[in-house]
């Protein structure tokens, strides 16, 4: 123990030195969760990370979301019977990273919209041009039994998609109009908040500078590597590299157990200062992961 409070300390020491060097890793908790929606978001088969977009009073129904041959109400309906959902349900389809979801206008690119305290938490960390998210939620696999899609096995924290920014919409003069259709560009919803600067909207980089081959923003294929939840525990219990041990991620810092990392139950944005370790655990997911756009 004295070993591990010695790394946390020299660990914490380094931070408050350097945290104007790295870049910062923000995991952004997204999609259906036991509040909104409900149900996991499934796996599927073939390795597809389908994040649910939650339930809203936004334009966009789940019936006009696309997935292979299906639209996203009828894959809820299948999976989940019993769900609430219906033809005339909308969705907030953010952040919005795969091109095929839905008809978009010419010079579409992904992108992710953020207000309220979870912005207030991203602008206290000082989240720039450069910073990555890490988008994750509830995930469960699935398999096709008798022509359905049903659910198989354990509930489990999963990264599926990632954006680095490359630039940050605070105006809402300064939307682009292949934006105007994102839902945090929506004026009569977000009026107030464009107004009083607690509105946001984050544009993906051209590339990715932990690897230049790949595009700044993206959805990835599943692997082990993406699974956060610790094997064995409960989805909000985490398990990183050993070298990443100590160092704090916003909403719990002291959340580090011997075994595990104990996530904060309630936020959307954790960040953690892109310390040496904690890049090198990001480049490794790169590297096993295929990505899907």
């Known amino acids: 123990m004295q070993i591990i409070f010695i790394h946390i300390i020299l660990t914490l020491f380094l931070i408050i030195f350097v945290k104007k060097i790295?870049?910062?890793i923000i995991l952004s908790r997204k999609g259906f969760d036991s509040k909104f929606g409900g149900m996991a978001s499934p796996i599927f088969p073939d390795g597809t990370l389908l994040?649910?977009?939650?339930?809203s009073n936004d334009d966009?129904?789940?019936?006009?979301?696309?997935?292979?041959?299906?639209?996203?109400?009828?894959?809820?309906?299948?999976?989940?019977?019993?769900?609430?959902?219906?033809?005339?349900?909308?969705?907030?389809?953010?952040?919005?990273?795969?091109?095929?979801?839905?008809?978009?206008?010419?010079?579409?690119?992904?992108?992710?919209?953020?207000?309220?305290?979870?912005?207030s938490e991203l602008r206290k960390h000082n989240i720039s041009v450069g910073d990555i998210f890490l988008f994750f939620g509830w995930f469960k696999n699935t398999e096709f039994i008798n022509g359905k899609l049903k659910y198989q096995g354990k509930d489990l924290h999963v990264i599926y998609g990632y954006l680095q920014v490359g630039e940050i919409i605070e105006s809402q003069l300064n939307i682009p109009n292949h934006l105007i259709h994102?839902?945090?560009?929506?004026?009569?919803?977000?009026?107030n908040a464009w107004n009083n600067k607690s509105n946001a909207i984050f544009i993906p980089s051209n590339n990715l500078s932990l690897n230049p081959n790949l595009a700044g923003s993206g959805?990835?294929?599943?692997?082990?590597?993406?699974?956060?939840?610790k094997d064995g525990y409960s989805r909000s219990r985490w398990e990183f590299p050993q070298e990443m041990y100590g160092i704090p991620v916003s909403h719990n810092p002291n959340g580090w157990k011997e075994n595990y990392f104990q996530s904060a139950a309630?936020?959307?944005?954790?960040?953690?200062?892109?310390?040496?370790?904690?890049?090198d655990w990001v480049k490794s997911i790169f590297k096993s992961s295929k990505i899907d756009f």
């Not at 994040?51 to 339930?55: Q, R, V």
């Not at 639209?71 to 919005?96: A, F, G, M, V």
């Not at 994102?182 to 009026?191: R, V």
Request: hydrophobic residues 35%; aromatic residues 10%; glycine residues 4%.
């Open 182 to 191: 994102h839902p945090h560009a929506n004026e009569e919803k977000y009026k």
């Open 266 to 279: 309630i936020g959307q944005e954790f960040v953690i200062e892109g310390l040496p370790p904690v890049i």
């Open 51 to 55: 994040s649910l977009p939650i339930p």
């Open 219 to 229: 959805t990835f294929k599943f692997n082990q590597k993406l699974v956060l939840t």
């Open 22 to 24: 790295f870049m910062k």
């Open 60 to 119: 966009v129904k789940f019936s006009e979301l696309k997935w292979a041959e299906k639209n996203y109400l009828d894959l809820i309906q299948e999976l989940n019977p019993k769900s609430s959902l219906n033809s005339l349900s909308t969705c907030h389809l953010d952040p919005d990273l795969r091109r095929s979801t839905i008809p978009r206008p010419d010079g579409w690119t992904s992108a992710f919209g953020q207000t309220g305290s979870a912005l």
